[in-house]
């Protein structure tokens, strides 16, 4: 099947399903997530490597259940996407049944200094970002999809608020540089795994994840603050969260700031750990010597 039809294919089925209310197109994630349980694919498969690297001290029973309900997250994730994307935002927004924490966000704009928010691949990370932008000008970086049939709806939807949408490039991180110094939002998704050359391995729940310096050098360079936050799903909508970064994020010791990235990444996580994408190979690149974890055996 070339790319083109695949591209026109998925646009008529995101269209589809995002005619459907969030109740609807939720109920039908939860479907297509059980169905990747049940055929045992490659999410099941990288989540539970990652859960028993991450969380050693769970029984493996615990981890199963937590693997297979984070695919099914994951899932739900895509179907309210198309959702969220095809209603108005007033809609959407309806649909935030609280907001936590958000003064900590308030209290960083107030020192007019830039504020980079740091948003983790928990929850639904799509209305977070939309919302974000309601609250001041916000500028993100975006990777283009391969079938570009998709990308004028994808922009559609993350651009309703006015986020602005910059290419992840040197053109994207002067344009990130620019709104931190201008005292506005910049947000970045901090658990993305970089190139070699754009991140230095730091712990993440304790094994070592090549992490992006990206934040670091953000911070180095505008002064800026940093809040995280991510969009969590409960009953009748969402609950977007803010919670605070550790004081080391600022160090000029860019292994002692990679950590307290990553241990932020990690609290928020703790809110919602079924909500991860645990499916993400973020331990694909290991230290020099060490082979694939992810590479499946026979």
Same mark, same amino acid.
């Given at each position: 099947m070339t790319l083109d039809i695949k591209g026109r294919l998925a646009v008529a089925a995101l269209k589809l399903v995002g005619k459907l209310p969030l109740r609807w197109s939720r109920r039908l994630g939860w479907l297509?997530?059980?169905?990747?349980? /049940?055929? $045992?694919?490659?999410?099941?498969?990288?989540?539970?490597?990652?859960?028993?690297?991450?969380?050693? =001290?769970?029984? *493996?029973?615990?981890?199963?259940?937590?693997?297979?309900?984070?695919?099914?997250?994951?899932?739900?994730?895509?179907?309210?996407?198309?959702?969220?994307?095809?209603?108005p935002w007033s809609r959407s927004e309806?649909?935030?049944?609280?907001?936590?924490?958000?003064?900590?966000?308030?209290d960083r704009v107030d020192e007019k200094r830039g504020v980079l928010v740091l948003m983790p691949h928990t929850g639904n990370w799509e209305i977070f970002g939309m919302y974000l932008a309601t609250l001041g000008p916000c500028t993100a970086l975006y990777a283009p999809p391969k079938i570009t049939a998709l990308d004028? /709806?994808? $922009?559609?939807?993350?651009?309703?608020?006015?986020?602005?949408?910059?290419?992840?490039?040197?053109? =994207?991180?002067? *344009?990130?540089?620019k709104a931190l110094k201008a005292g506005d939002i910049a947000m970045v998704l901090p658990d993305q795994e970089p190139d070699t050359s754009g991140g230095d391995f730091a712990p993440f729940f304790g094994k070592p994840a090549l992490t992006m310096t990206?934040?670091?050098?953000?911070?180095?360079?505008t002064g800026c603050r940093c809040v995280f936050g991510f969009g969590k799903r409960v009953s009748g909508g969402f609950e977007l969260i803010f919670l605070p970064a550790e004081q080391a994020i600022y160090s000029e010791e860019q292994?002692?700031?990679?950590?307290?990235?990553?241990?932020?990444?990690?609290?928020?996580?703790?809110?919602?750990?079924?909500?991860?994408?645990?499916?993400y190979k973020r331990f694909r690149q290991q230290p020099e010597g060490k082979s694939s974890i992810y590479k499946k055996k026979g």
């Open positions: 297509f997530g059980q169905l990747a349980v /049940l055929t $045992r694919g490659d999410s099941l498969y990288i989540s539970r490597i990652n859960l028993a690297l991450c969380y050693p =001290g769970k029984s *493996a029973g615990e981890r199963e259940k937590l693997a297979r309900r984070s695919v099914i997250n994951t899932a739900m994730t895509g179907c309210e996407v198309a959702t969220i994307w095809h209603q309806d649909q935030i049944v609280r907001v936590r924490n958000q003064q900590l966000l308030c004028p /709806l994808i $922009r559609a939807g993350r651009e309703a608020t006015g986020i602005q949408m910059m290419p992840t490039d040197v053109r =994207g991180v002067r *344009a990130l540089l990206l934040a670091h050098n953000l911070i180095r360079r292994k002692v700031s990679l950590a307290a990235l990553n241990r932020g990444v990690e609290a928020c996580i703790a809110e919602a750990p079924e909500q991860y994408q645990w499916e």
